[in-house]
C-alpha cells in the first residue's frame, strides 16, 4: 500500500501541474525537449548533413535535411528559460531582502541536477560501456573501455565541455550542455550580488546588458583571429562562447522583478508582435545557421539571435494572451518539461538501443523517413517512461530533501541578518 501511495503522489506530480508555475514556459521547455530529441533522432540515422554541400533538389531527404536542421536550438531555448528562472528566483531575494542566499541555492541545484546526473554517469561508465554493443561504440566513440574511463573524470567534475569535446570519447558527450549550466548556477549569484552592490538599478541593468554582449564579443573576436573556426571542433561547446544565451534570460528576469510594470506595459502595448518577431528570428536561424555552417552568422551571431528570439516568446507568453500563449501553455506539455531533464539524460542510450536492434533484425541501417518517424515516436516514448521512473524514484525524493536542507539554511541566515526572531517565523515566509 506504501509502494502504491508512494507512485501514486510521484505520478501526482508528473501529471499534476502545480499552480505557482508558469504553464506557458513549461510548455516551452516541453517543446524544446521534443525538438531536441527529433534532431538527434535524425543526425544520428543519417538524415543531417553539411548544408553547405545540399544543392535544392539535390538530395533525396534533403527536405527533411533542411527541417531538422534547426532543432538543435532546443538547447538554446533551454538556457533562456534556465537564466529566466534561475536569475529571477536569486534578482527577487536581493530586491525583497537585500540578501543573496548563496549555499541554500548551491544546496537546491545540487540535489536537484547531481543525483540523476551521476546515478546515469555511472551506468553508462561500469554497466552500459563494458558491454561492448556495437551502436554503443559508436555513441562511446571508441571501442576501448579504459581510454574511455581515463577521461570519465572530465564527466563527474563537469567539464566535459572543455575537456575533448565535440568527436572525443566520452561517458555522456551530450552532457556537455549540463555542464555550462552548473558553470552558470556557480557564477551568477557572485556576479549578481556584484551587481547588487552598486545600490543603483540603472548600474545593474547595465551590468546585466554587458554579461549578455561580452560572449557576442568573444565569439567575434575568436572569428576574426580564425575565419575557418568550425562550430563542432570545441567553440560550440564552450560555456564563455554560450553564457549570452543564459544571461538574456536573466536580463528579462531582472526586467520582471525590478521593472514589472513597465515591462508589461511596453509588452502589451506591442502584443502579438513580440511573438511574431521571436518566431521570425528563429527562423532565420534556422534558415540561414546551423551546427556545421561557417562564416560570420553561424559562428558568432546565431545564438545571440536565437537567444533573443526565445526571449520574446517568453515575454509573449508572460505577458500576451494570444494563440503562441495558448499553445505553450496546454496542460499536455506539463509531463514533458516534469521529466524533461531525466529524457535528455537518458534519450541517447534508448535511441542507441533502438538502432542495435534495427541493426541485429535488418542487418543494415538502411533508414527511411518512415522510420526516423517510428524511431522518433519510441525514442519520445521509452525515454520518458525511463525518465518518469527516474524522477519518481531519485529526483523527487532527493529535491524534496534538498528544499528541506536548504530552507534550514536559509533560516539561520535569515536569523543571523535579524530579519526574523525566531526560526518559526520561516513558516509563513
Not at 502504491?4 to 517543446?31: A, H, M, T, Y
Not at 534547426?70 to 536569486?90: A, H, N, P, T
Not at 550580488?193 to 554587458?210: E, N, P, Q, T, V
Not at 537518458?346 to 533502438?354: K, N
Request: a positive charge.
Amino acid at each position: 500500500m506504501a509502494i502504491r501511495q508512494f507512485f501514486k503522489e510521484g505520478l501526482r506530480d508528473i501529471f499534476v501541474p502545480v499552480s505557482s508555475n508558469f504553464s506557458g514556459l513549461d510548455g516551452l521547455r516541453g517543446f524544446a525537449s521534443c525538438i531536441v530529441l527529433f534532431y538527434h533522432c535524425a543526425l544520428f540515422m543519417g538524415f543531417i548533413a553539411d548544408l553547405n554541400h545540399i544543392k535544392p533538389g539535390g538530395g533525396q531527404y534533403e527536405w527533411i535535411i533542411r527541417f531538422c536542421n534547426g532543432f538543435w536550438s532546443g538547447i538554446d531555448i533551454f538556457f533562456v528559460l534556465s537564466g529566466f528562472l534561475i536569475g529571477r528566483m536569486l534578482i527577487r531575494d536581493l530586491s525583497t531582502e537585500r540578501k543573496m542566499y548563496y549555499v541554500p541555492f548551491l544546496i537546491r541545484r545540487s540535489f536537484r541536477i547531481f543525483p540523476a546526473y551521476y546515478l546515469v554517469v555511472t551506468i553508462s561508465l561500469f554497466v552500459i560501456a563494458p558491454l561492448g554493443i556495437p551502436a554503443f561504440n559508436f555513441l562511446y566513440m571508441t571501442t576501448d573501455w579504459n581510454d574511455l574511463f581515463s577521461v570519465s573524470w572530465a564527466n563527474y567534475l563537469y567539464l566535459v565541455n572543455y575537456v575533448r569535446p565535440g568527436n572525443q570519447p566520452s561517458v555522456l558527450s551530450w552532457g556537455w550542455s549540463l555542464c555550462v549550466e552548473e558553470h552558470f548556477y556557480i557564477l551568477l549569484p557572485p556576479l549578481l550580488w556584484l551587481l547588487y552592490r552598486f545600490r543603483s538599478k540603472s548600474a545593474g541593468l547595465i551590468g546585466l546588458i554587458l554579461l549578455v554582449l561580452i560572449p557576442l564579443l568573444s565569439r567575434g573576436l575568436q572569428y576574426l583571429a580564425d575565419p575557418s573556426l568550425r562550430l563542432l571542433e570545441g567553440f560550440y561547446y564552450y560555456s564563455h562562447n554560450r553564457f549570452d544565451e543564459l544571461f538574456v534570460g536573466v536580463l528579462i528576469a531582472y526586467l520582471y522583478v525590478i521593472h514589472r510594470q513597465g515591462l508589461e506595459r511596453v509588452c502589451k502595448k506591442f502584443g502579438g508582435l513580440l511573438g511574431v518577431l521571436g518566431l521570425c528570428g528563429a527562423a532565420s536561424v534556422w534558415i540561414y545557421g546551423g551546427l556545421t555552417r561557417g562564416g560570420a552568422f553561424p559562428v558568432v551571431f546565431q545564438f545571440s539571435v536565437m537567444a533573443y528570439s526565445t526571449g520574446l516568446v517568453l515575454l509573449n507568453i508572460l505577458f500576451v494572451d494570444n494563440a503562441i500563449t495558448r499553445f505553450f501553455s496546454h496542460r499536455y506539455w506539463y509531463p514533458l518539461a516534469r521529466i524533461s531533464y531525466g529524457t535528455y539524460l537518458v534519450h541517447m542510450f534508448v535511441l542507441f538501443g533502438l538502432m542495435q536492434l534495427f541493426m541485429n533484425y535488418f542487418g543494415h541501417a538502411n533508414f527511411t523517413p518512415v522510420w526516423l518517424f517510428v524511431f522518433y515516436v519510441l525514442l519520445l516514448l521509452i525515454s520518458s517512461i525511463i525518465a518518469g521512473l527516474m524522477f519518481i524514484l531519485v529526483e523527487a525524493p532527493l529535491l524534496n530533501y534538498g528544499a528541506k536542507v536548504a530552507a534550514k539554511y536559509r533560516q539561520k541566515a535569515k536569523v543571523r541578518a535579524g530579519l526574523i526572531d525566531r526560526p518559526t517565523d520561516l513558516a509563513s515566509s
